[in-house]
């Protein structure tokens, strides 16, 4: 058990959200000097990451910082905190900024994609939305940028302007506004009219805000209402969108996928059921074990829809539903492993995530192909990148020491703990899926000749800026496995007051 935590009013948490807000219009400044705009863009990301990481050792400690800016009703604010839990994502979101950036200017530019600046603008304002989320003190605040996220990366999934972009944004808009408005929208006050405030519980994720005297119905209506709402989290059936919005450029799925968007649905998920509902009430209600099966099921049958799909960034897409209800799975079934398990697995998803996702962007850089029945043979021209994309599978896959086996292992622990011999078998048996979806694409890179009349020899590997990040995310991906308290430890601080 750690020391009581120490509540302590700070501005620290809203300053790498102020640099955020700053980066945008800075970047659109330079909008005329391609170079300069893209430095700014490194200077943001380095300077955001070094802003979160000075909190990390008073959060270890123990220490959480909250801070109000505007009290607009009586329980009713908008407000930030930095604990353990908020450190995990902002971590992870400044932190591969960084990378990504580097992957943008050599992709942007070997493609010669028309508006870049657009394009920088936006996915810095997805990192702002991203801190903002992660920082949130309370659930209106969390809404907030939650939505801002939404409508700031639907140009970049329109990005190309074209009939499948402008589908695939429509459905994105649909499915995340849509649903924010009709569910998450209406838990908000329901969670205001029975609480009083919204103000989430810290330092103590027993003990959520919700009074005894609290009508079990609405309190459960009201969760189920959280659930559908953040649509983010791509629950199924929640999920649709996720897939379609692969038409956008390679590095915005990595944005999507691993860096912002659906992290913020499975935080905003956690952060609600730790901190606004907390385990009693969970358990009281009988709301964890539900949750634990349907996120199972998700985790399960988008693994099975991942094999059947050729297209390299389809199947990369159906694996992120399945392993985004990881995080999930392991914090509804209420364990202490489990819980850590989830947590820690928003970090130990990420990097190995964006591996993938770089590595399907810079074949396509490279070689126009994004079927996995073409890249026979392909390999042997492009080693450097077929080795970090099978580093990344074996993160997924969970083989000690690499970081998935850290947070497979805590979840397992967990099941196991709680005698949920189905959900322990469901997380064992998504670890082999994980094997079947991506093992071949590694297998029949390296290890069978060139599909009949393909040939190879134009094809070499992507640009440095491209390759550089997805070679280092992958190796960060084995790194994570050594060192598991990098992350763990933040979910220990936050979780075991």
């Known amino acids: 058990m750690s020391a009581e935590p120490t509540v302590i009013t700070s501005a620290r948490p809203l300053i790498p959200v102020l640099m955020t807000f700053a980066a945008p219009f800075v970047i659109r ?9 893209e ?12 802003l979160v990481l000075l909190m990390a050792p008073a959060i270890l400690k123990g220490t959480i910082y909250k801070i109000t800016l505007f009290t607009l009703l009586p329980g009713l604010t908008i407000s930030f905190c930095a604990d353990g839990l908020s450190l995990i994502f902002a971590l992870v979101s400044s932190f591969l900024w960084i990378f990504a950036t580097s992957y943008n200017i050599g992709y942007m530019r070997s493609l010669k994609e028309h508006a870049q600046t657009r394009y920088y603008v936006c996915f ?83 003990q959520g805000i919700f009074p005894a005297t609290a009508n079990p119905a609405l ?34 799925s990595a944005l999507l996928h691993a860096v912002a968007v659906v992290k913020a649905g499975v935080f905003a998920i956690c952060r609600i059921i730790l901190s606004c509902f907390g385990v009693e009430t969970m358990e009281h209600l009988g709301l964890g074990l539900p949750t634990a099966y349907v996120t199972a099921f998700t985790v399960i049958a988008a693994a099975l829809i991942a094999l059947t799909k050729d297209d390299i960034k389809a199947r990369i897409a159906y694996s992120t539903v399945s392993q985004l209800s990881y995080i999930i799975l392991g914090v509804a079934m209420l364990t202490p492993d489990s819980i850590d398990g989830g947590l820690s697995f ?9 591996t993938l996702f770089f590595a399907a962007g810079a074949i396509f850089v490279s070689t126009g192909l994004r079927q996995i029945s073409h890249m026979h043979g392909l390999g042997k021209r492009m080693p450097w990148t077929f080795g970090a994309f099978a580093l990344a599978t074996l993160a997924f896959v969970g083989l000690p020491p690499v970081s998935g086996f850290v947070s497979k292992f805590y979840m397992a622990t967990g099941a196991a703990d709680a005698a949920m011999i189905g959900l322990m078998f469901a997380i064992l048996v998504s670890a082999l899926l994980n094997l079947a979806y991506l093992g071949p694409v590694v297998y029949k890179a390296f290890f069978l000749p060139p599909a009949e009349g393909m040939d190879l020899s134009p094809y070499g590997e992507a640009p440095l800026t491209m390759l550089v990040p997805l070679v280092l995310t992958a190796l960060i991906s084995i790194l994570l496995g050594f060192y598991p308290e990098s992350f763990v430890g933040f979910s220990n601080v936050f979780t075991h007051f």
């Open 219 to 252: 309190v459960t209506l009201t969760y189920i209402l959280y659930l559908a709402g953040i649509a983010k989290a791509a629950i199924m059936p929640l999920h649709n969108w996720l897939p379609s919005a692969m038409v956008a450029p390679t590095p915005v």
């Open 124 to 206: 810095a304002v997805a990192i702002f939305g991203a801190q903002g989320v992660a920082f949130s003190g309370n659930i209106f605040t969390l809404y907030l940028f939650y939505e801002i996220i939404t409508l700031f990366t639907y140009p970049l999934v329109a990005h190309h302007q074209d009939d499948d972009g402008y589908a695939a944004g429509r459905k994105y808009l649909i499915y995340l506004m849509g649903t924010s408005k009709l569910f998450f929208l209406p838990a908000l006050v329901l969670t205001y009219v029975l609480c009083g405030t919204l103000d989430f519980h810290l330092g103590d994720i027993r």
């Open 39 to 50: 430095t700014v863009s490194f200077l943001f990301s380095g300077l955001t990451f070094i």
């Open 346 to 354: 928003i970090a130990h998803h990420a990097f190995p995530k964006i």
């Open 29 to 37: 400044l330079f909008r005329n000097r391609m170079n300069l705009r």
